[in-house]
């Protein structure tokens, strides 16, 4: 995570859910769902860049 220290931007994070319905023929059907981002507190992003 290469966040600029007290940079104001906020670290955002998406589920995406990406399911394949007979992938084999060229035409598949596709089913994709997105969901709400979730934000990361800085205090976690402290602690991944401490490597705790």
Known sequence: MNLIPGNPRRLKLVQCELNLFDCHPFQSCVFVEISLSV????????????GK
């Open 39 to 50: 934000e990361i507190d800085n205090e976690f992003i402290e602690i991944h860049r401490a």
